[in-house]
Structures are given as structure tokens and as C-alpha cells.
């Protein structure tokens, strides 16, 4: 009696080929759904998108809150750098929002002014930002350095960080 090698080996094959198209049918179902579950890179993000990620990040409130609670403390250096501070704080927001420009004052070149009610507060802040900076003599009263914070807490409350 002889054994049929060519009947055996044929439907071996056609059970291999059938769990090779298992598998494969396998692979990509699971490859789709790891794709679906995996964070999308910033850069498939819309600005759109960003802006509402940024917008709602609770930890952008609490730094604020922090640097705020530093300008309240008593010497009047406290007073300059939280001035200096909220500065850089909105440049890193600015920056965050996707907004373009080498130093802050091209990011706020950029901003529309009919967009913001308190840009013209935000210009004002920033220069005097860059006076305390930038020029040893310049002194800043406690009630102005105070409205300076304050315009800085404007903006950040109409584009609704606060």
C-alpha cells in the first residue's frame, strides 16, 4: 500500500495558506487598531486643537498663581521680577499657542488688534517690561508695577487661561 504524498502534501498546503491569511488578516487588524490608540504627534494636531489643549491646561493657571503669589511678597525687587516673570510667562504662552516670532515683540506683532481687547495693555506691560530690563535707572512705582501684573492677568483672562 502506498501512501498518497501528493493528496497529503496539497491539503497540508491549503491549511498553511488558509492560517497565512488568518494571520495576515490578524496583523493588520490589530496594526489599525494600535494606530487608533496611539497619541497623535504635534504635528498632526490643527492649531485649532492646540489652542484648546493650551487653553484648558490647569497647570497654566497654577504657575500663574505661584508667580502671582511671588509679586505679592514684600520687597520691592519681588515687584520686577514678577513683572519679568509674567513677561516670559506669556511669551511661553504665546509660543505654546503656535504663534510665530523670534522675540516676544514679533509674537505680539502678530496678534490682530481688533482679536484682543487688552493688546494695546499687553504692548504697554511688555515695554515696560523691557525698560526694567534694559535700562539700570528706571524705577517703577508699587502701584504701577501692580497694573502691569494686572494687564498681564487682562490678557490672560480674555483668552481664557484664568
Known sequence: ???????????????FILLDI??????IFSLTKVFSLRPRSSASI??????????HDPELKK??????????ESPPQSLTL?????DKFIDAVLKRLGVEGEHMA???????????ETLDELWRAHRIRNQLAHTPDFDISRRDALEVI???????EEIGIL
Open 150 to 156: 494686572r494687564s498681564y492677568e487682562r490678557f490672560l
Open 22 to 27: 488568518g494571520l495576515a488578516a490578524l496583523l
Open 1 to 15: 500500500m502506498s501512501i498518497p504524498w501528493n493528496n497529503i502534501l496539497s491539503f497540508t498546503g491549503g491549511i
Open 63 to 72: 504657575q500663574w498663581v505661584k508667580l502671582k503669589a511671588r509679586s505679592e
Open 82 to 86: 514678577a513683572i519679568l516673570e509674567a
Open 106 to 116: 514679533d509674537r505680539l506683532d502678530q496678534l490682530a488688534p481688533g482679536d484682543f
Open 46 to 55: 490643527s492649531l485649532e486643537e492646540k489652542r484648546a489643549f493650551v487653553l
